[in-house]
């Protein structure tokens, strides 16, 4: 049955010209930037919030968020008319602010980085009628991502060789996975990818265990988790799903928003031009030198989009690093 409240797109999946050619092999892109709070957001993030105020009344809404995760429950918030709470770290940019005030949220800043706006979110959701919504790490959240898969494989006209994503608290990782096992694609490799700076997959990995980083340093600051999900790490640690992950740095993220720009006339944030980086950094060839990916015909790359970039934020990044 359709669902008459469903607050996300269903976003097209488009071969990519530009990037095919960079490649060398089929590249299809799953258009997530086009939802309405700008990313994929939306799809976990309008389960999670239905759930709260269809199933258990919930009378208001407290998500903290690196920007696009309270995009969504801002606009969750405002389509279900249950007010929203939107704790943004110091690091998110007045303009998502004011975004988010546009959609009838209440903004609140506190903290250097979002997990310090996560702590505040969570005491504050502690009050009677109020739920707290995770950005990442819940449940309905990876089930909502789910669809934005389910939607690419009946989109796809072939099954993919690997997918490519990036990685921040790891809930789209997650979502990813559980709608590949949906689909028939368990045996299909993910590239997850990571900025340096903001990479608490990769460190957790190399760890062996769940690490908190000091600091989050890249300009992708919707990477910006200092631990990632813990069940994220188990996906790889018990090789429920072959997941190769990659860090790379900044300036790779933003050169690669710059080209998607100039190829597709979309303009993404780095936290979205790192799983782009998968394709114009040569990663592909580079994993399969070193064993770790087999044949690649057909890629999938999840432009998961992003909010709180602008052409003056991307001039700026673009003069930073030279590019
Ligand atoms: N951003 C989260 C977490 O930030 C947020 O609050 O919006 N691409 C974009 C454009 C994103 O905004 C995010 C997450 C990701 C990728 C990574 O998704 P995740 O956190 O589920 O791995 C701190």
Redesign the pocket.
């Known amino acids: 049955m359709a669902d008459e409240e469903q607050l996300y797109y269903v976003t097209p999946t488009v071969r990519s010209g530009p990037m095919s050619r960079v490649s060398g092999c089929e590249v299809y892109l799953k258009l997530e930037n086009l939802q309405a709070p700008a990313?994929f957001?939306i799809r976990g993030v309008s389960n999670l919030c239905k759930k709260a105020v269809r199933g258990r009344n919930c009378q208001h809404l407290v998500c903290a968020?690196?920007?696009?995760?309270?995009m969504a429950a801002a606009y969750a918030g405002m389509k279900l008319k249950t007010p929203a709470t939107i704790v943004l770290p110091e690091s998110t940019s007045a303009q998502v602010a004011e975004n988010l005030r546009q959609l009838g949220a209440e903004v609140l800043v506190h903290g250097k980085v979002?997990d310090h706006a996560n702590k505040f979110a969570m005491e504050l959701a502690a009050k009677p009628g109020a739920e707290y919504i995770h950005?990442?790490d819940h449940p309905d959240i990876w089930e909502g991502h789910e669809s934005l898969i389910v939607e690419a494989a009946a989109q796809m006209p072939v099954k993919p060789d690997v997918v490519l994503t990036?990685?921040?608290?790891?809930?789209?990782?997650i979502g990813i996975v559980q709608g590949m096992w949906k689909v028939g694609w368990k045996d299909v490799p993910i590239i997850a990818m990571e900025t340096d700076g903001a990479n608490c997959f990769n460190a957790a990995i190399k760890a062996g265990e769940l690490v908190t980083l000091p600091d989050i340093t890249s300009v992708a600051k919707?990477?910006?988790?200092l631990t990632v999900s813990s069940r994220a790490f188990e996906l790889h640690q018990k090789k429920e799903h072959n997941i190769q992950s990659v860090v790379i740095e900044d300036k790779e993220a933003v050169s690669a928003c710059l080209r998607f720009a100039d190829d597709h006339r979309m303009l993404v944030?780095p936290?979205?031009g790192a799983a782009l980086a998968a394709v114009y950094s040569n990663i592909i060839p580079a994993l399969q030198q070193e064993g770790r990916l087999g044949k690649v015909e057909t890629a999938l790359a999840v432009v998961?989009?992003?909010g709180s970039v602008s052409l003056d934020m991307l001039q700026a990044w673009k003069k930073q690093f030279d590019l």
């Open positions: 990313s957001k968020s690196g920007g696009n995760a309270g979002f950005p990442f990036s990685v921040g608290g790891g809930g789209l990782l919707c990477l910006g988790s944030e936290a979205c998961c989009g992003g």
